[in-house]
């Protein structure tokens, strides 16, 4: 669902968090042949390759003997083992809080309760349409007689639940004053990315057609005949595609340069003309005229724009409406929740659907995030496991920082500034100290009490939305996180020059207090050395100290810093991993993280006489995978991460050190000349 209250604003802010990991999902393939011969060549190698000319398979290559790819899941690797048992927890508190008879009403257990309570209830859920609000939603855009009616009705209904469809505003954090919040123009559903609509890969071709599949059977669900439902999804996707045309790319996306666009409130005149008023706004939002708006994606809400036209009023209610079947087919009838899975399914080529109440599970956790981390946080983890990551952070710091005092091209000037922002870096472990759920009443209702599934969705947005106007004006909180601490996951946030390693990660194999130190640095370690280099990513490194866009690099700094980052999109442009090519440019934020992290853990290594061969084989194992080609096409194109393969193999051909251990020399497959070898960080 595209639902951009604060978390969302504010990753529009930040050009997007700097993530880890991303779960990888992927897309049907053409033919059963074509999907056969790709598994092959993405998955296994028949025989054991040396390491000297395959690492990344040496080294796991009796992992992928043994494991096989879940029937419900588009890949296997380290991640969704983990996330999995994860969620199997979860799961179990989840109905513990369902069981509940004495939970106080409105406490974090009571909501996690009803809220998975009556997700089950289907008998409810089919009688129930798209609950209060959605239904007169729904009415409200089949009586607008006008385009400036229907983009009223989406304001007003965006200012209470957050949903988006055209267009809506909402505030987050300023990029050049991290401090405050600003106002931000968002929209534009595109249905699906820039990068799979235009993608020639069969099997995001493939995934085009599916989604229109979803879209018309959606469409019939909801009382159009085939004829109808099949020329109304035409035109839907004929919008959705123009706008995703005019949108930004992946790799744009993380460049604040591009996504910091600043206007007037009452700018929205001049763009949108009679469509959209400054006293709309006004009226709706509290908007003042003169108030700084940022518009991170220009080209889309122009696009936007040239469709406000009275003539398209027919297009644009078959638009909102779709839109919001897709955003709420999770929530609403079984009909529509079947159409949505069968859709997920297949676009990830999954033999068989997860079972329904792990769905629901996921869901509660999807909505109520930190109400679950609470729970998951509280029993199982570790308040000892701070002080052993935060000594580990302290050391890949010190590494970092040493660096820096000692980068020959770097001048005093830009080293003063890059070793205050390296400095005045935090370190979040684990969960918060402060849950953000304190600052806001929420109270869901159970079957019992007439609580209908997609309400309760809508009563939880309707919060969320309300706390993001009511503190508007307000300081930023800094201390707040962006990712549930239960995710098998970490992350850097550039607004508050923080890394944050989340609890759901911290255990077997990503860390194990009783592990030797090698095994820990090459995993653990190696994700946060990943975290702190994100810092000084070519997006991170647009960022100073305090969280805010400024360039504080002298000229000539700036320039060399860019040339050695194109050096590492360059590098990585064009690898090839089943017959894909990695894209160097949408992937470099990551693959900058993943070259600093690991130079990093191999030099403290190194100073403590730790053996690197281990070091390097844990930093393999960690990025073991095994996809299904649909996932690999889908992560290609619409992931800032290198597959894992790529992730190893590349970034240890980088590394000097790794040619005297493993003995590599001119010819091996593991072998880069010197001079070609990225050197950052």
């Known amino acids: 669902m595209r639902r951009f209250y604060k978390c969302c604003s504010k990753m529009a802010a930040l050009g997007m968090a700097m993530i880890l990991a991303f779960p990888v999902t992927g897309y049907a ?305 079984t009909k529509s929740h079947e159409a949505q899975q069968t859709y997920v399914n297949s676009v990830n080529g999954l033999e068989e659907g997860e079972p329904y109440e792990q769905q629901i599970c996921s869901s509660v956790q999807s909505n109520l995030g930190f109400q679950c981390g609470k729970l998951f946080s509280e029993k199982y983890f570790q308040e000892d496991t701070r002080s052993q990551i935060q000594s580990m952070i302290d050391q890949v710091a010190e590494v970092f920082e040493n660096r820096l005092e000692n980068m020959e091209w770097m001048s005093p000037e830009t080293r003063a500034q890059a070793i205050e922002k390296l400095q005045t870096l935090d370190a979040r472990i684990g969960c918060p100290d402060e849950w953000p759920q304190e600052d806001y009443e929420l109270q869901l209702k159970r079957p019992e009490e007439g609580g209908l599934y997609v309400d309760n969705l809508m009563e939880i947005a309707h919060v969320q939305m309300e706390q993001v106007f009511q503190t508007k004006d307000e300081p930023v909180d800094k201390s707040e996180w962006l990712v549930y601490p239960q995710e098998v996951n970490a992350y850097y946030d550039t607004s508050t020059n923080s890394i944050t390693i989340l609890a759901g990660i911290l255990q077997e194999p990503f860390y194990d207090p009783d592990a030797e130190p090698e095994e820990n640095l090459g995993k653990i370690g190696a994700v946060i050395g990943h975290e702190i280099t994100h810092a000084f990513d070519s997006a991170g490194a647009q960022y100073d100290a305090e969280g805010n866009i400024r360039n504080w690099w002298t000229d000539e700094d700036l320039e060399y810093f860019q040339e050695l980052s194109q050096k590492v999109t360059d590098y990585y442009d064009g690898m090839e991993i089943a017959g894909l090519e990695v894209n160097g440019e949408q992937t470099v934020t990551e693959n900058i993280a993943d070259l600093g992290g690991l130079s990093c853990v191999l030099e403290i290594a190194e100073q403590n006489g730790y053996d690197l061969k281990t070091v390097m084989e844990s930093w393999a194992s960690l990025w073991a995978e095994e996809l299904r080609p649909e996932a690999l096409s889908n992560q290609i194109a619409t992931d800032v991460h290198s597959p894992g393969k790529i992730r190893v193999n590349a970034v240890l051909s980088a590394m000097d050190q790794f040619y005297d251990v493993c003995g590599i020399e001119e010819g091996d497959g593991m072998y880069c000349a010197p001079e070609e070898r990225p050197k950052i960080w």
């Open 29 to 333: 393939a053409e033919t059963e042949k074509e999907e056969q011969e790709t598994q092959e060549t993405v998955i296994q190698q028949e025989e054991k390759p040396d390491l000297q000319d395959d690492f990344y398979e040496a080294v796991n290559y009796d992992l992928f003997q043994q494991w096989e790819i879940p029937a419900d899941k588009a890949a296997q690797n380290w991640f969704y083992i983990v996330q999995e048992q994860n969620d199997e927890r979860l799961l179990q508190m989840v109905k513990e809080a369902s069981e509940d008879e004495d939970a106080e009403v409105g406490s974090d257990s009571y909501n996690v309760g009803a809220f998975y309570l009556t997700g089950m209830d289907t008998e409810a859920r089919d009688q129930g349409g798209y609950g209060e609000a959605g239904n007169a939603f729904l009415e409200k855009v089949d009586q607008a007689q006008s385009v400036e009616e229907l983009v009223k009705a989406c304001l007003t209904f965006y200012r209470e639940y957050g949903i988006a469809s055209l267009l809506g505003f909402t505030y987050g954090v300023d990029g050049e004053d991290s401090s405050q919040n600003v106002l931000y123009l968002v929209g534009g559903d595109t249905g699906l990315s820039k990068e799979i609509w235009f993608s020639d890969d069969a099997a995001n071709q493939k995934q085009v057609e599916l989604f229109q599949t979803y879209m018309q059977e959606l469409l019939k669900i909801n009382g159009l005949s085939e004829d109808e439902a099949s020329s109304t999804v035409k035109e839907v996707a004929d919008m959705m595609k123009a706008l995703a045309e005019n949108s930004l790319g992946l790799a744009d996306l993380y460049d604040p340069q591009k996504t910091y666009n600043v206007y007037k409130a009452s700018d929205v005149e001049e763009l949108f003309g009679e469509s959209v008023s400054s006293e709309t706004l006004e009226e709706i939002f509290g908007i003042l005229p003169d108030e700084k708006m940022i518009i991170s994606d220009v080209g889309c809400m122009e696009k936007v724009a040239s469709f406000l036209k009275d003539e398209n009023l027919e297009l644009l209610k078959k638009y909102v409406k779709v839109s919001l079947y897709r955003d709420l087919s999770p929530y609403v009838d």
